[in-house]
T-cell receptor, first 115, second 109 residues
C-alpha cells in the first residue's frame, strides 16, 4: 500500500470552531491534494501543493487554508467551520502534476460533521 | 463550463457484462481516468486513456473517442466485489482534473 494516512478519520465539531485535518505520506511524492466529496458531486479540489511551502487554490478553496512545511505533511485547516463544510475529505498524492498519467493515490478519507 | 456526465446508478447481474459511459466537455484534453470507489473507501485507479481506442486490463477495458468527448468502462464476468462507484475524470488543458459524480454499480446474484 502507498504510505498515505489521514487523521482524524472522523470528527464532529460545532459551527465556528477551527478544525485541522492532517495528511501524511511516506512516498516522498511532490504533489499533494485535498479534495472534498459530497453526494451528487464529483470530487472537488480544495487546495493542492507542488512542493514544500508551494501551494495553490482549487475550485472550492473559500473557507479553507493549507500548509506544507515538510514534504510528508499537508495540513488542511477550516478556520471557522460551517455546516456547509460537512463532508468527506480526501487527501491524495502523485509523483507528477502536469499533463500525462499522473495517477492519484488517495488516503482513506476524513469524515467531518459540523453541527 | 466544464462538465462530466455519467449515469447515476446501474444494475447488472453477476457473470454478465456492463458498460459505464462517460461524456465530457472540458477546456482541452490531457487524458481520461477511471477510478473505482467501494462504499466508505478511497478511490483507486483503474485506467488511463489519452489516445483513441480501447485499453484492456484483465476483466476491465476502457475506451476513448476524443472527437466525440466520450469514454466507456467495460466490465466483464461481473463479480459481487465489483459493486462500487466508478468515477470518470478528465484532465483539462491546465492539467486540472475534472471529476464526474460517479456511477454506482449494483451487482445482483
Amino acid at each position: 500500500d502507498a504510505g498515505i494516512t489521514q487523521s482524524p478519520r472522523h470528527k464532529v465539531t460545532e459551527t465556528g470552531t477551527p478544525v485541522t485535518l492532517r495528511c501524511h505520506q511516506t512516498e516522498n511524492h511532490r504533489y499533494m491534494y485535498w479534495y472534498r466529496q459530497d453526494p451528487g458531486h464529483g470530487l472537488r479540489l480544495i487546495h493542492y501543493s507542488y512542493g514544500v511551502k508551494d501551494t495553490d487554490k482549487g475550485e472550492v478553496s473559500d473557507g479553507y487554508s493549507v500548509s506544507r512545511s515538510k514534504t510528508e505533511d499537508f495540513l488542511l485547516t477550516l478556520e471557522s467551520a460551517t455546516s456547509s463544510q460537512t463532508s468527506v475529505y480526501f487527501c491524495a498524492i502523485s509523483e507528477g502534476g502536469g499533463s500525462g498519467a499522473n495517477v492519484l493515490t488517495f488516503g482513506a478519507g476524513s469524515r467531518l460533521t459540523v453541527l | 463550463g466544464q462538465n462530466i456526465d455519467q449515469p447515476t446508478e446501474m444494475t447488472a447481474t453477476e457473470g454478465a457484462i456492463v458498460q459505464i459511459n462517460c461524456t465530457y466537455q472540458t477546456s482541452g484534453f490531457n487524458g481520461l481516468f477511471w477510478y473505482q470507489q467501494h462504499a466508505g473507501e478511497a478511490p483507486t485507479f483503474l485506467s488511463y486513456n489519452v489516445l483513441d481506442g480501447l485499453e484492456e486490463k484483465g476483466r476491465f477495458s476502457s475506451f476513448l473517442s476524443r472527437s466525440k468527448g466520450y469514454s466507456y468502462l467495460l466490465l466483464k464476468e461481473l463479480q459481487m466485489k465489483d459493486s462500487a462507484s466508478y468515477l470518470c475524470a478528465v484532465k483539462d488543458s491546465n492539467s486540472q482534473l475534472i471529476w464526474g459524480a460517479g456511477t454506482k454499480l449494483i451487482i445482483k446474484p
